[in-house]
Antibody
Framework: EVQVVESGGGLVQPGGSLRLSCAASGFTFSSYWMSWVRQAPGKGLEWVANIKQDGSEKYYVDSVKGRVTIYRDNAKNSLYLQMNSLRAEDTAVYYC??????????????WGQGTMVTVSS | EIVLTQSPGTLSLSPGERATLSCRASQSVSSSYLAWYQQKPGQAPRLLIYGASSRATGIPDRFSGSGSGTDFTLTISRLEPEDFAVYYCQQYGNSRTFGQGTKVEIK
């Protein structure tokens, strides 16, 4: 079964750090662009970051640039999101997402169940 | 950044009716890199349409997408009870952005 499973969410104080993980299975992880998408409580979807198959290209939404790093370990079929200097507005469910086709930029096809990040004192 | 504006914000319809959802981009979406997603409460989004008009695997043919450039439409030909949900458009031709969503609710 093709799936991605997130972990690592939780409660963190403003200014703190958190690392999210995403374990992929059922497909050739190293062939796909991967992304993180978040959704604040009661709000819409926001793309956060994405990374190319080999990690050579990474892109971020402006609101997280300089605070967040996306990276991957193809040997472990895993995607990560290192989040530093967290703010209340980073509170959201974070989804790990796989593109629809290998080797090309595309729509978001495979979604995890999400992991909740709460930034609060 | 390409801004996507969806309309209406809420669509109140009855089962069996036709739903027409609009997504307008602030600039042209290259190569029709436009997708539509469905999200139900407590669930992750599900990809419905990519490339503006191609249905994803397993999506019923009552869902169809059309449009190009800056104007795109998702049509649900006859609403089934399970179709009442929030729908988002997304462009992936220039970075990635989502629209704010359209809620399709039971009238």
């Amino acid at each position: 079964e093709v799936q991605v499973v997130e972990s690592g969410g939780g409660l963190v104080q403003p200014g703190g750090s958190l690392r999210l993980s995403c374990a992929a299975s059922g497909f050739t992880f190293s062939s796909y662009w991967m992304s993180w998408v978040r959704q604040a409580p009661g709000k819409g979807l926001e793309w956060v970051a994405n990374i190319k198959q080999d990690g050579s290209e990474k892109y971020y939404v402006d609101s997280v640039k300089g605070r967040v790093t996306i990276y991957r370990d193809n040997a472990k079929n895993s995607l990560y999101l290192q989040m530093n200097s967290l703010r209340a507005e980073d509170t959201a469910v974070y989804y790990c997402v796989r593109d629809i086709f290998p080797y090309t930029y595309g729509a978001f096809h495979i979604w995890g169940q999400g992991t909740m990040v709460t930034v609060s004192s | 950044e390409i801004v996507l504006t969806q309309s209406p914000g809420t669509l109140s319809l009855s089962p069996g009716e036709r739903a027409t959802l609009s997504c307008r981009a602030s600039q042209s979406v290259s190569s029709s890199y436009l997708a539509w997603y469905q999200q139900k409460p407590g669930q992750a989004p599900r990809l419905l349409i990519y490339g503006a008009s191609s249905r994803a695997t397993g999506i019923p043919d009552r869902f169809s997408g059309s449009g190009s450039g800056t104007d795109f439409t998702l049509t649900i030909s006859r609403l089934e009870p399970e179709d009442f949900a929030v729908y988002y458009c997304q462009q992936y031709g220039n970075s990635r952005t989502f629209g704010q969503g359209t809620k399709v609710e039971i009238k």
